[in-house]
């Protein structure tokens, strides 16, 4: 059975910075490819950041662009996002998803085959 176990949020002021974690019970974990997901309040669940199975590649929303970076550490079976300058409107829970699909528009659809319970990060003003 898959489970992905998101940590790391909390309480940031503004400008701060979390990192995220997600540890993956995936047996090939280095077959599928990782990504976050956010759901603010009273808001539809919006694509964040993914990264790739093979090469690495990353792909993130225009909203997080230059201030999140996602990456994998295969060998732990963890995906990770690192938030910097973290703004008000990053407030949400946070979850993470593994799919098989590399394919970015599928990422941007939201169809994973998995997912993680979630996290919340909360940023004040």
């Known amino acids: 059975q898959v489970q992905l176990v998101e940590s790391g949020g909390g309480l940031v002021q503004a400008g701060g910075s979390l990192r995220l974690s997600c540890a993956a019970s995936?047996?090939?974990?280095?077959?599928?490819?990782m990504g976050w997901f956010r759901q603010a309040p009273g808001k539809e669940r919006e694509f964040v950041a993914v990264i790739s199975r093979t090469v690495l590649s990353t792909y993130y929303a225009d909203s997080v662009k230059g201030r999140f970076t996602i990456s994998r550490d295969n060998a732990k079976n963890t995906v990770y996002l690192q938030m910097n300058s973290l703004k008000p409107e990053d407030t949400a829970v946070y979850y993470c998803?593994?799919?098989?699909?590399?394919?970015?528009?599928?990422?941007?659809?939201?169809?994973?085959?998995?997912w993680g319970k979630g996290t919340l990060v909360t940023v004040s003003s």
């Open positions: 998803a593994a799919d098989l699909s590399n394919d970015y528009s599928d990422w941007q659809r939201g169809r994973m085959r998995y």
């Open positions: 995936i047996r090939t974990f280095s077959s599928y490819a």
